[in-house]
Every structure is written in C-alpha cells, then in structure tokens.
C-alpha cells in the first residue's frame, strides 16, 4: 500500500514537472533567449546570399554558376514526344517566359527607333477573351484604377491628390493608334515599366513586379474595353441587349450609384454581355 502511494506521489510529481518545463514555452513573455528543443535546425551552417565567406578562395558565398550553364529552358526538348506524354505545354509555356524570345510579346516593342510610334506594336498579340477582359478589369481595378480612376478618367482616389494628374483614357490621343501614346504596345510598356521625365524623375510608378506579361495585355485589353464603353449610342450593337434596358433605368442618374453592387456599371456591362 505504502509503496503503491508512493509511485502514485511520484507519477504526480513527474507529471507536475514536465507540465512546469513546457508551461513557458509559448505565449509567455520573457527576455531570456528562446528554449530550443533541437538547437541543429535552428542553427544551420549555412551561406546567406551575398555574404563574405572563407571557405571558398574567391570569399564569396554566393557561387557563379558553372561555366557553360545555359537557362535549362534551352535545352533541346522534343516537341511531339513532350506534348504526347502530357507535360509539353507547361514546359513550353516556362521556357518561352524565361527567354522571352518574342519582343512584341514580352516588351510590346518591335526593332524601330524609340522615339517612332513603330517601336510600339499596334495591336495586343494575343488573343483577347472575355476571359482575358474580365483578368484585366480585376488588375486594372487592384493597381491602376487608385490613380486612373475605375471609370480610366483620371479620378482615382489617389489620383486627384497625386502631385502629377494621372492619364485620362478617354482622351483621344491614348485611342490613336497612327502615335505612340494610342498604341497597345505602349500603354503595356507604361504599365509595366512606369513613366519618368527625362530627368529621371518617376511621374507614374511601374507595375511590372506585380503584373506578367499575360497579365499586363489583359490590362491593355480593359482599358481599351473602357474606351469602347465611352461615348456609344445605347442602341449600338456593342450594348448588350441584357444590360440595355439597365442602363436606360440609369439614364440620368452618374454611373454605378443606381446599383451599389456595379460600382462600375459600364465596364461590367460590356465584360457580362459576352456569356449571352
Ligand atoms: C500612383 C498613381 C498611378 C497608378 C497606380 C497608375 N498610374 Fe498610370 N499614370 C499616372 C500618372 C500621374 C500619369 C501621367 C504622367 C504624365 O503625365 O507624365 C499616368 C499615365 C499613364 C499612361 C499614359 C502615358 C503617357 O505617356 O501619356 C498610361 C498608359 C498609364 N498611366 C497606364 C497605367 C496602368 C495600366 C496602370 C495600372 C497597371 C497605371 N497607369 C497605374 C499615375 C498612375
């Protein structure tokens, strides 16, 4: 019995013990440096990138690639046999990205002289959607409309406050297509690339980090369908049949503040027509 009571005041006081050394683990303030349970993961030998180092005579951590790498986009891949297995497209896909072979494509540019309209492709080089239209209208909602406004006139929050008046599209010049400033190619460059004055003083900030190329033709391609939304008669065939008699309701009353949940009526007018 004696001996019972003991293994029972001892299992308690073991219990109690190791629910003292793991209360204070987390949640706990303290100012000593953490507990570490397996010291080896959290204090890895390891190069962090551009850092000095010893162990290799150039002293660099950071290791050149090796002579005669090439992008493994490169290598020779047999076309037929790669899209037979299942797993050709996807590669083709990453290795065209990675070269970026196609100026037009991936720099909306062709081999003319900067300062020619020429230089900028005229038109969008890949097919537009109304699936690429609706991905446009998405990003050019997150990331241009702060300053070009929803509507593209210039009025974003941020816009009217920016120390520059941002771009209105609906001014003629950004529709012609025989200048510079009308071209596809150009407003892909700009919103890739943003604008600065020629003293290098940034007017319009770019977005390339956050929109690919896809993605920024797909921008292109939602600022053109908001020109086209601008100026048409209702009966034009471009409005859909659905959405006309909407818009006759709103006649008279400033776009979007009729509907709460279409704050930009028009340009969702025409990107629902194309499911009919
Ligand atoms: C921070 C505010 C801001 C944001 C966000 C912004 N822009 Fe602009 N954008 C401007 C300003 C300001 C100008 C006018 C600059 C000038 O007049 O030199 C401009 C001009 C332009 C022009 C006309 C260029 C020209 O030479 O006249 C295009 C095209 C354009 N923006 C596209 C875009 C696209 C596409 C996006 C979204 C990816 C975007 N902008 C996001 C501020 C902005």
């Known amino acids: 019995?004696?001996?019972?009571?003991?293994?029972?005041?001892?299992?308690?006081?073991?219990?109690?013990?190791?629910?003292?050394?793991?209360?204070?683990?987390?949640?706990?303030?303290?100012?000593?440096?953490p507990r570490q349970f397996f010291p080896d993961m959290d204090d890895q030998e390891r190069f962090k990138p551009q850092y000095e180092t010893h162990f290799f005579a150039d002293g660099r951590s950071q290791r050149p690639a090796v002579a005669g790498t090439v992008a493994?986009?490169?290598?020779?891949?047999?076309?037929?046999?790669?899209?037979?297995?299942?797993w050709?497209?996807?590669?083709?896909?990453?290795?065209?990205?990675?070269?970026?072979?196609?100026?037009?494509?991936y720099f909306g540019t062709t081999s003319a002289p900067a300062d020619e309209a020429s230089h900028y492709i005229r038109d969008i080089p890949v097919e537009v959607t109304m699936d690429l239209i609706r991905e446009g209208q998405e990003k050019f909602d997150i990331y241009c409309a702060v300053c070009h406004g929803y509507e593209g006139d210039g009025h974003g929050p941020v816009g009217n406050r920016y120390t520059v008046r941002p771009a209105n599209f609906h001014d003629p010049k950004y529709a012609n297509k025989d200048d510079i400033l009308g071209r596809d190619g150009y407003v892909f460059h700009v919103a890739r690339n943003g604008l600065y004055d020629p003293a290098g003083t940034m007017r319009m900030p770019g977005y390339g980090h956050a929109l690919d190329e896809?993605?920024?033709?797909a921008v292109v391609s939602y600022i053109r369908t908001l020109q086209a939304s601008r100026g048409v008669s209702i009966d034009s065939d471009i409005v859909p049949?659905?959405?006309?008699?909407?818009?006759?309701?709103?006649?008279?009353?400033?776009?979007?503040?009729?509907?709460?949940?279409?704050?930009?009526?028009?340009?969702?007018?025409?990107?629902?027509?194309?499911e009919q």
């Open 1 to 33: 019995m004696n001996h019972a009571r003991t293994s029972i005041a001892i299992a308690l006081g073991l219990t109690a013990l190791a629910g003292g050394t793991l209360t204070g683990c987390r949640g706990e303030r303290t100012d000593k440096p």
């Open 241 to 274: 049949s659905v959405q006309r008699s909407r818009l006759m309701e709103q006649q008279g009353s400033p776009v979007g503040q009729s509907d709460e949940t279409t704050p930009n009526a028009t340009g969702s007018a025409i990107a629902e027509g194309g």
């Open 72 to 86: 493994y986009g490169r290598a020779p891949i047999d076309h037929d046999a790669a899209i037979e297995a299942g």
């Open 214 to 217: 896809h993605e920024a033709w």
């Open 88 to 105: 050709g497209d996807q590669f083709e896909t990453q290795r065209e990205r990675l070269l970026k072979d196609d100026q037009s494509l």
